[in-house]
């Protein structure tokens, strides 16, 4: 097995970024969902306002973030966030381990991808792992993936959501995507995991699939995270 894609979201709910490394920290990917859209003090995600998957979310060679190439903080950011999601959104800098829905790392598989047979942009992993056959993937929580010096903690299968019914170019709406993950995959694709032992990672760098009886020490637990989304919090 072996790194097919990576991927960061700089901003929660934008079009991503592939990539050719990653490195791997507590948080998952260094720089993803570092901002997220805030609406009248919710978080607003293309769950509802579906529009916010037209635009891109990259992180310029400074290492700051951008909205359709645009500084993430300026007026024009603003106003195509406003766009796409409506009165009062704007977009925020907000790094707490609340940003993800789960866990802070999606790990989905190319065996995985092919049984779902829609672009696997829809499920928005960061890792794809490249070399898996079929749906072996759902036999791997518990287990942990090590890739070079980062170990992967995989919990469990990823519940979908609308998202998933979003073409990630046109913006068009399936929903005979979610019913096909319902019916074929009991409403699971790809998997919740964490980062028990930080790394850089890279494209083609082998995966191994290992247990947790392998490791010479207990996996550390991923910090507390996750929300629900559309219940208000306050952002520093």
Known sequence: MHVAELWRYPVKSLRGERLGS??????GVAGDRVVHVR?????ATARTRHRLLGLDGTTGPDGAVRINGLPWDGPEAADLVRHAAGEGAEPVWYTGPERFDVLPLLVATDGGIE??????????PNIVVGGVPGLAEREWPGAVLRIGEALIGVRTLRARCIVTTIDPD???QNLDVLR?????FGTKLALNCWVGRPG???LG????????????EPLPEPSPG???VGAPYSVP
């Open 205 to 216: 760098d082998p995966v191994e699939l290992l247990s947790v009886g392998d490791l010479d």
């Open 22 to 27: 990653a490195v791997l920290t507590a948080d």
């Open 200 to 202: 850089t990672i890279r």
């Open 180 to 184: 096909r993950i319902h019916r074929v």
């Open 115 to 124: 049984a779902f047979g829609y672009d696997g942009r829809r499920l928005r």
């Open 226 to 228: 996750g929300w629900i």
């Open 170 to 172: 046109d913006g068009s």
């Open 39 to 43: 609406q009248r003090g919710d978080v």
